[in-house]
């Protein structure tokens, strides 16, 4: 019996565990210059992750199979909530729905400016398992044109620095932090995101370049959050072969984080966790 005990009280401790971690992924997957059934299977081959933020996804059809995919081989079923800019490189966010409820969903159009690129798209998730609220952030910001871009940044850390519960945002950023002289040699819209500590960077523990372009060896895409973590592993997918791409893979690479809940992020979590509970006041959005 007190074998029993011991082996139930240790799946009950390793449960906690498991539940006081975000498994996160981010990924722009060039759906528009890759096969998307590609994309989807290298999706799949990923297990244990419970969030994914992807960009440049060409619109719902690629949005079904890259929820399918995310789902395959899980224990869980997923949703997901599919940007309306960016014709046909829109933003998706793939989610364990049996560990997180939607309950609500948005996109900060005042940031992409002019119209021409994608708006941001941010879903509030609350966690089933550790009664946290968070909001979930994926990003594609200007290329070419670096005053948008950097006008960009200025409005995202404004936004994140007003809002009352833990930020996590992800995705393409091109802010050319360079693999090797980063700290000197990156694009300003990194410093304009990051200024008084709003966002903070989940530093992969290697870097290595995150676009195929040979002409660029720099960290274009990231993972960054409002509450600093304690503890974490971020890592940039290498795959045999992936770069240079060619037109079935994208010219991206996935970026994956485990990020252990902190007590700072419990804290800011709980300032809507009345209203949550509450949740009549607000909009549900999960199927």
């Not at 989807?40 to 992750?49: C, E």
């Not at 419970?50 to 949703?79: C, M, P, R, T, Y």
């Not at 005042?110 to 946290?132: F, Y």
């Not at 997918?237 to 992020?265: L, M």
Request: net charge negative; hydrophobic share 40%.
């Amino acid at each position: 019996m007190k074998r029993i005990s011991f082996l139930f009280g240790m799946i009950i401790a390793f449960s906690v565990l498991f539940a006081e971690e975000l498994s996160i992924i981010s990924w722009n997957v060039e759906s528009t210059g890759s096969d998307e059934h590609v994309v989807a299977k290298r999706i799949a081959d990923f297990q244990g992750y419970d969030i994914w933020g992807l960009s440049e996804v060409e619109g719902k059809n690629a949005a079904q199979l890259f929820e399918k995919a995310a789902e395959k081989g899980e224990e869980h079923e997923f949703d997901s909530v599919l940007g309306s800019t960016g014709d046909d490189q829109r933003l998706l966010i793939v989610y364990n729905k049996n560990r997180f409820k939607m309950l609500e969903s948005f996109e900060l159009h005042e940031v992409n400016i002019n119209g021409r690129v994608r708006s941001p798209l941010v879903a509030k998730l609350h966690d089933r398992i550790t009664d946290e609220t968070f909001l979930f952030m994926v990003n594609h910001l200007y290329r070419t044109k670096w005053y948008y871009r950097h006008k960009q940044a200025k409005l995202l850390n404004n936004w994140a620095s007003r809002q009352k519960v833990p930020v996590i945002a992800v995705g393409d950023y091109n802010f050319d932090w360079d693999v090797k002289r980063g700290e000197k040699k990156h694009d300003r819209g990194f410093d304009y995101l990051t200024k008084d500590g709003v966002f903070n960077w989940v530093r992969p523990n290697e870097l290595v370049k995150t676009q195929s372009h040979h002409f660029f060896n720099s960290v274009l895409d990231f993972i960054f959050t409002t509450i600093k973590p304690e503890k974490y592993h971020c890592e940039i997918i290498v795959e045999s072969g992936d770069f240079p791409d060619n037109e079935q893979t994208s010219d991206h690479r996935p970026i994956a984080a485990r990020i252990t809940i902190s007590d700072a992020f419990r804290k800011a979590s709980s300032a809507s966790l009345e209203q949550v509970k509450k949740h009549g006041d607000l909009k549900l959005v999960e199927k």
